[in-house]
């Protein structure tokens, strides 16, 4: 009999879920204490699984356990299978009932706070009762999140095609940044700025190693500048944007923030002609990973609502 044979007869997905829960408490102890059973009983599992593949799953220690290059592999098998099986709980739910359900979705900050916010309301007045998790984070971080399953997409923005090989990519229009200051900001009643100009002002943007600060260092040199040192450095939008509105102070922007104008009105935008590439924006979903059908209609929604942003900004 082939080993695949085999694992059909003999796997039980209770033994996987075992396996999963001692590896993430690193203890059989604390794993029969989580899932409120005995140590016995968790030990017929674990030996349950070592011997329909034959192999050793966790190596043993006085420190604790931890999984093995085996143990590694079929864990991250097993996180899929358990993902696709909530995934064809919720699937079931929405289609029985598609005015409830959940969807887990990650995003850049901008972005969450301008397209994002736009698709769910606007998704919402169809199905009121759905609930949406926003995880924030930068492109390296939400790629780790949809490879762990933690979200089913994430929207961010890239300056070119990922070479990730399991990330599928789909752009929905491209940007450049723009700079902007509070309306009350002496600089707003200029027609013409060079960026030069603008060296010596009080400065906010993201932290360094983002594409967002990736196109701002580009910015200052495609104009010959140095780049100046930024007085606050943080990737939370609002409070750049305070600091704009409030202090005085400068940011850049992604041209589409300011698309969605309903809690962005005290900005304005500056005539600074920046010489940088234009950044992707895009919707970044795992390979081989059947989208629920909450997902797509939030991806349909997404592409109406980038229609007009991809004719130009």
């Given at each position: 009999?082939?080993?695949?044979?085999?694992?059909?007869?003999?796997?039980?997905?209770?033994?996987?879920?075992?396996?999963?829960?001692?590896?993430?408490?690193?203890?059989?102890?604390?794993?029969?204490?989580?899932?409120?059973?005995?140590?016995?009983?968790?030990?017929?599992?674990?030996?349950?699984?070592?011997?329909?593949?034959?192999?050793?799953?966790?190596?043993?220690?006085?420190?604790?356990?931890?999984?093995?290059?085996?143990?590694?592999a079929l864990l991250r098998r097993g996180?899929?299978?358990?993902?696709?099986?909530?995934?064809?709980?919720?699937?079931?739910e929405f289609l029985s009932n598609p005015?409830?359900?959940?969807?887990?979705?990650?995003?850049?900050?901008?972005?969450?706070?301008?397209?994002?916010?736009?698709?769910?309301?606007?998704?919402?007045?169809?199905?009121?009762?759905?609930?949406?998790?926003?995880?924030?984070?930068?492109?390296?971080?939400?790629?780790?999140?949809?490879?762990?399953?933690?979200?089913?997409?994430?929207?961010?923005?890239?300056?070119?095609?990922?070479?990730?090989?399991?990330?599928?990519?789909?752009?929905?229009?491209?940007?450049?940044?723009?700079?902007?200051?509070?309306?009350?900001?002496?600089?707003?009643?200029?027609?013409?700025?060079?960026?030069?100009?603008?060296?010596?002002?009080?400065?906010?943007?993201?932290?360094?190693?983002?594409?967002?600060?990736?196109?701002?260092?580009?910015?200052?040199?495609?104009?010959?500048?140095?780049?100046?040192?930024?007085?606050?450095?943080?990737?939370?939008?609002?409070?750049?944007?305070?600091?704009?509105?409030?202090?005085?102070?400068?940011?850049?922007?992604?041209?589409?923030?300011?698309?969605?104008?309903?809690?962005?009105?005290?900005?304005?935008?500056?005539?600074?002609?920046?010489?940088?590439?234009?950044?992707?924006?895009?919707?970044?979903?795992?390979?081989?990973?059947?989208?629920?059908?909450?997902?797509?209609?939030?991806?349909?929604?997404?592409?109406?609502?980038?229609?007009?942003?991809?004719?130009?900004?």
């Open positions: 009999m082939q080993l695949s044979d085999r694992i059909g007869r003999r796997l039980k997905l209770h033994d996987l879920h075992v396996l999963m829960a001692v590896v993430q408490v690193g203890s059989m102890r604390k794993a029969a204490a989580l899932l409120n059973t005995t140590q016995p009983a968790i030990s017929r599992s674990i030996a349950e699984l070592e011997h329909a593949f034959g192999v050793r799953l966790l190596d043993r220690s006085a420190q604790g356990v931890a999984p093995t290059q085996y143990g590694r996180v899929a299978v358990f993902d696709e099986l909530k995934q064809s709980g919720q699937d079931i005015e409830v359900g959940e969807l887990r979705i990650g995003s850049g900050t901008a972005i969450a706070e301008g397209l994002v916010l736009a698709v769910i309301d606007r998704l919402s007045q169809q199905y009121p009762r759905v609930a949406y998790h926003v995880v924030p984070g930068n492109l390296r971080v939400l790629i780790d999140e949809l490879r762990e399953r933690r979200i089913e997409l994430f929207f961010s923005g890239t300056l070119g095609v990922i070479s990730e090989e399991d990330i599928d990519a789909e752009v929905l229009f491209e940007e450049p940044l723009i700079v902007v200051a509070g309306k009350e900001n002496p600089w707003v009643r200029r027609r013409r700025i060079d960026l030069a100009e603008l060296v010596n002002e009080p400065w906010t943007w993201h932290s360094s190693g983002s594409v967002f600060s990736t196109l701002v260092a580009e910015a200052f040199r495609a104009s010959r500048l140095k780049v100046p040192r930024a007085t606050v450095y943080t990737d939370a939008t609002n409070v750049r944007i305070r600091l704009v509105v409030d202090k005085g102070f400068l940011t850049f922007v992604p041209a589409s923030f300011l698309k969605f104008p309903a809690k962005h009105a005290a900005l304005r935008k500056l005539p600074v002609d920046l010489p940088t590439p234009h950044r992707q924006i895009g919707i970044f979903t795992l390979k081989n990973r059947m989208l629920s059908p909450l997902a797509q209609l939030l991806i349909e929604c997404a592409r109406e609502v980038a229609k007009p942003l991809a004719k130009g900004l």
